[in-house]
């Protein structure tokens, strides 16, 4: 008797290695026919590409069906699968000449022998392919600081080199590599500093890139490879879920849950934000439909991610814009403050809403019946973040509105004035949109600006900063410190040594390392003033994206310093450092102790 069991894993192996290469072709290929303007003969080989890229994914799921037929069965009906049925499906106009006199049956073959259903259905199967591939490499036990600096740094070259292409740049427009790494890197670390005037510079198809940038660097590009691989591909491996959970600050919940819920939010808040905006656009701004919808979903995304990048010549602060369009300032605030609040805090809202719309719903329906009641339905996290947002923007707000209301905001109307002292305590914390020059505010408020975007939102979300868990357990220690209490508590309930130290930590280190890159960019650029250098240094690290104007005046040395400032804003100093530094092991014992003079 045979055994076929080798044979069967050495061709698992082939065709997993032939998929894969196939993935990375085919990717190529459609950035190419994208990105460039090709002749007959260029546009045939890409072609070529595309046809061989179906044959290999046609023969691989034949090879799957007939081989590991049970698996398949077991699995039951995935996207895979209906990927797999529509390539079948793609095939049919292969095999069979065209239906006789049948309308529909014709417009159906010219359907399925269309170039861009071939290209969505292996474009699809490509990024399925591209994914499986990361997450098993999260299963070699990679350390996981290390995979998020190196995911984030693939995504970032990935997309310079994509606004690098030809049609993503107006026809007369040459775009630096330094400033394409610099945007890319802005829009992938949710930032919003650029060189160069967006709608100056970039196609509606260089738009979508950055549109696209900004989803991805805001929700984590792990998040979206292990959706890809988790609900595509059937799953992962147990310690990636581990790594994953811990990525994203998960506790009980499953690893599909989580990601469910993230995905779920962005993508319907996002969705409903566009809807709001362009309801209070529509119709005001000289934009066809086309134009009004692109603009709608481009700042939505940019809002919730706390981006900060806009479409508009001079940001939002554009005339067509800036009047008469407060409910579009307050639609933006909103987004602003929901994706800067962190998905935890979202996931621990929609758990508080339904307890208590349950609850509401069994008093109306069923009186006097038994129900399960919960003592600490909200957690500490979600209390520290949403007193500490509503404290920062409520101060912001009266700030603000105090120090400019004669000055900044002197054009507005009573009512524009109040939302946009609002717009702007909500836009440093840290989305970066600017409705006026930040050169026409006092220096008072630059102040106040420095000290919203250094704080920024909550942990875990899309915003940058320290973030106010960190400001807030910080505060809470000090003034323990202060009244000569042995434990540091916030809303009854005592902070662990370790959420102290790593909160210390980041503050000192914040302080470093903006005060490093500062005195740089003093040396580097010593004609611009000190306080927008500052001002820069703050908003990069913060990835804030706000803007005294001096960006585009930076030379090729400062932007660069500016990209890993941001880099380093994003994914965490601590994190980099983690991925350089090997770790070392805890010792079984415990050194002598000693106090260290200190007043």
């Known amino acids: 008797m045979i055994d076929l069991k080798p044979i069967v894993s050495r061709a698992d192996y082939i065709v997993k290695i032939v998929n894969i290469l196939t993935s990375i072709f085919v990717v190529a290929a459609i950035i190419v026919d994208y990105g460039f303007d090709l002749n007959a003969n260029e546009m045939s080989f890409i072609l070529s590409v595309y046809n061989a890229g179906w044959w290999v994914y046609f023969i691989s799921f034949a090879y799957k069906i007939i081989v590991h037929w049970s698996e398949v069965w077991r699995k039951g009906i995935s996207f895979t699968l209906i990927l797999g049925i529509m390539l079948c499906a793609s095939a049919l106009p292969k095999f069979f000449t065209t239906p006789g006199d049948s309308q529909i ?280 973040v949403l007193y500490s947002s509503l404290a920062l923007i409520f101060i912001g707000t009266v700030g603000i509105a105090l120090f400019e209301w004669d000055g900044a905001f002197a054009s507005f109307s009573f009512g524009e004035k109040v939302v946009q002292s609002l717009f702007n305590a909500v836009a440093p914390r840290t989305a970066g949109f600017n409705s006026v020059a930040l050169s026409d505010f006092s220096r008072v408020t630059i102040i106040l600006y420095l000290v919203l975007m250094w704080i920024g939102g909550g942990s875990q979300s899309t915003a940058g900063g320290i973030k106010v868990n960190t400001f807030v357990v910080a505060l809470a220690s000090l003034k323990s410190l202060i009244k000569g209490e042995h434990s540091t508590t916030l809303f009854n309930r005592e902070i662990t040594y370790s959420s102290i130290r790593r909160a210390l930590v980041v503050v000192f280190g914040s302080i470093c390392i903006i005060a490093l890159f500062y005195v740089a960019l003093l040396l580097l650029e010593p004609s611009i003033p000190s306080i927008d250098l500052l001002f820069e240094s703050v908003s990069a690290f913060s990835t804030v994206g706000s803007s005294l104007g001096i960006t585009p005046l930076l030379g090729d040395i400062s932007k660069v310093l500016l990209v890993v400032l941001m880099f380093l804003g994003r994914v965490g100093f601590i994190t980099v450092l983690m991925s350089i530094l090997p770790q070392n092991e805890q010792p079984k014992y415990r050194l002598p102790k000693e106090d260290i003079i200190i007043n």
């Not at 630096?176 to 198809?205: Q, R, Y």
């Not at 991610?305 to 409910?327: Q, V």
């Open 105 to 384: 049956l014709t417009t159906l073959w010219s359907v399925l022998i269309h170039k861009y259903f071939i290209i969505s259905i292996i474009g699809l199967l490509s990024l399925i392919t591209i994914s499986q591939w990361i997450v098993n490499f999260v299963n070699k036990r990679t350390n996981p600081a290390l995979l998020i600096v190196v995911c984030f740094m693939t995504l970032i070259a990935f997309g310079a080199l994509l606004l690098l292409l030809p049609r993503s740049t107006l026809e007369h427009i040459r775009l630096p590599v330094v400033d394409a790494l610099f945007i890319s890197t802005s829009a992938v670390c949710v930032t919003g500093l650029s060189p160069v005037e967006i709608a100056h510079t970039f196609t509606p198809e260089g738009q979508i890139i950055i549109a696209l940038l900004i989803q991805i660097g805001g929700l984590g590009i792990m998040t979206i490879t292990s959706f890809f691989a988790l609900f595509f591909m059937g799953g992962i491996g147990l310690y990636s879920q581990f790594s994953l959970k811990n990525m994203i600050a998960s506790s009980s919940e499953s690893l599909k849950s989580v990601l469910t819920n993230v995905l779920g939010f962005t993508f319907v808040i996002e969705i409903i934000g566009a809807l709001f905006i362009w309801l209070s656009i529509h119709s005001t701004m000289g934009m066809t439909l086309h134009d009004e919808i692109l603009f709608s979903l481009f700042h939505s995304v940019s809002a919730f991610c706390n981006a900060g990048f806009s479409t508009l010549e001079g940001n939002l602060g554009n005339e067509l814009i800036l009047y008469n369009h407060n409910s579009f300032y307050l639609v933006i605030s909103l987004l602003i403050v929901l994706g800067g609040i962190g998905f935890p805090i979202l996931m621990s809202l929609k758990r508080i809403l339904s307890y208590y719309g349950s609850e509401l719903l069994h008093k109306v329906f069923r009186k006097g019946g038994q129900r399960s009641r919960y003592m600490h339905i909200v957690d500490i996290n979600t209390k520290i």
